[in-house]
Structure formats: C-alpha cells, structure tokens
C-alpha cells in the first residue's frame, strides 16, 4: 500500500479493521491497537528500537495477528507547524515499513501526545523507570485515540 491523505483513510479499511498506532521515537516505538468499532485505542507495547528489519517484522506479526486493516503514524510537527528533522526520520520510516507491510498509513499530527499521555500518568506512583517504559505506549494510544476520534465524529467545528 502506501500512504494516503488522513481523510481516505477509514475508506481503505476493510469492514471489521481495526487501526495500529505508532509513536516513533528513536528508541522506542509505542504500540497501540483500536477496537473494531474504530472507538477505543488501546495501549498494547513498546518495541525497544533495533535494526529496522527486526522492529517491522515485529510490527508485521502484531499487525496480522490483531486484524489490522491500516496504520496511523504520530508525526513530530514542531509547535510552529514545521516539520523538522524528527518528521522526515519517521516519514523515512514509514516509507520504509510500507514495504513490509501491506497496509494503508497515514499521519497524524502527534503534538502533544506525550505531554498528554504523561497527564494521564500524574498521580500513578510509578518509578521514573517504569514510567518511561509505559508512556510510549500511553503515546500511541493518545495518537490513535485522536486520530479516532476524527474518523468518526469529522472535523471539529468551532
């Protein structure tokens, strides 16, 4: 497949797919997965960032095990709407994944994920250990929970 403009997106998706998120960060990939319903993104992993090959044969199984009808990507857009080196690195490894995996992606806008995913985290007493290890995922599900919800409630209006 390849990328498509966000709004074809749920178009592409075969009845009963459900979505994968990805917040990609140089060391880690969250990993969140919706419901069929495309309503509820679930936080599902955090992938420890090693030779692409082995992290998108990864993402590969848990997508065909889920039943995956697509890919939502976070896309590092810097607070002034540009896109820096971080957005091309994880354009680059979007193109790339494409070639392993035969789904339709898109981006989405991801700032604020992480803020909002450690918000969501205030007041668990987790170590700052434990903590990094559960907000990529947090930040994926954030991503994809977004990106949900403009699939199915449009555009919001003012």
Excluded: C
Excluded at 49 to 74: H, S
């Amino acid at each position: 497949m390849a990328v498509v403009p966000f709004a074809q997106l749920k178009e592409l998706l075969p009845a009963g797919g459900r979505l994968l998120g990805l917040d990609v960060g140089t060391k880690t990939i969250g990993i969140a997965v919706s419901d069929s319903a495309l309503a509820v993104a679930t936080p599902v992993a955090v992938l420890q960032r090693g030779r692409f090959a082995a992290d998108a044969e990864a993402i590969r199984k848990l997508a065909a095990g889920r039943q995956i009808g697509g890919i939502v990507v976070g896309l590092p857009i810097g607070l002034d709407g540009r896109e820096g080196p971080r957005s091309q690195s994880v354009r680059q490894f979007a193109r790339n994944l494409l070639q392993q995996v035969d789904l339709p992606l898109a981006f989405w806008d991801e700032r604020f994920s992480t803020l909002g995913a450690g918000r969501a985290l205030e007041g668990a007493e987790l170590s700052h250990r434990r903590r990094g290890a559960v907000i990529d995922k947090l930040a994926a599900a954030y991503i994809l929970q977004g990106a949900l919800d403009r699939l199915t409630r449009g555009p919001a209006t003012a």
